[in-house]
T-cell receptor, first 117, second 109 residues
């Protein structure tokens, strides 16, 4: 299946710093990528939809100025958590939409575990 | 509204068969997905159904009935490593995945 990478896999930072997470589709072009966060023992929560070459679409309740998304190329989307606080500590997962003919699916990156101290 | 329902938890025995059901309501429909998620890891893709019927892939099979808004994931010859959460997700008319809360599958020896 298609491969999506995510970097870094784990990050620990001080409160107030910014953290950038990269999501790459390695063997296909993804015009659309998605960013999720997941708290322990809870469902995936969609944060935003990232479209190549245009502004991201944020879900209700997600601060776009805090979670900056850039989808500059067909294989790379970045999520920057600005001025991170302890409540931002979570598991951040990206997925990339792969469309092949009439079938499509989303492949997930391995996730980034963020801990804000 | 859009909604995905699946059981919270199921228990099965190693070597047996288990069926995880999912009912969905989405605005438009572009397919039904099943993902497996082990604790602390990202989900991995298992199956995609957009037409009615059963799709078999090794020990795992997935079924879809669009008229009933119903799908199931069938796992055969259960192994201990199959202990995980299984997520059902419907894709709506905007190609956005609507997620169920996941079914935690516990496999006992």
């Amino acid at each position: 299946g298609a491969v999506v990478s995510q970097h870094p896999s784990r990050v620990i930072c001080k409160s107030g710093t910014s953290v950038k997470i990269e999501c790459r589709s390695l063997d296909f072009q993804a015009t659309t990528m998605f960013w999720y966060r997941q708290f322990p023992k809870q469902s995936l929560m969609l944060m935003a939809t990232s479209n190549e070459g245009s502004k991201a679409t944020y879900e209700q309740g997600v601060e776009k100025d805090k979670f900056l998304i850039n989808h500059a190329s067909l294989t790379l989307s970045t999520l920057t958590v600005t001025s991170a606080h302890p409540e931002d500590s979570s598991f951040y997962i990206c997925s990339a939409r792969d469309v092949m003919g009439a079938r499509e699916t989303q492949y997930f990156g391995p996730g980034t575990r963020l801990l804000v101290l | 509204g859009q909604n995905i329902d699946q059981p919270t938890e199921m228990t099965a025995t190693e070597g047996a068969i288990v069926q995880i059901n999912c009912t969905y309501q989405t605005s438009g429909f572009n397919g039904l997905f099943w993902y497996q998620q082990h604790a602390g890891e990202a989900p991995t893709f298992l199956s995609y159904n957009v037409l009615d019927g059963l799709e078999e892939k090794g020990r795992f099979s997935s079924f879809l009935s669009r008229s009933k808004g119903y799908s199931y994931l069938l796992l055969k010859e259960l192994q201990m490593k199959d202990s995980a959460s299984y997520l059902c997700a419907g894709m709506d008319s905007n190609y956005q995945l609507i997620w169920g809360a996941g079914t935690k599958l516990i496999i006992k020896p």
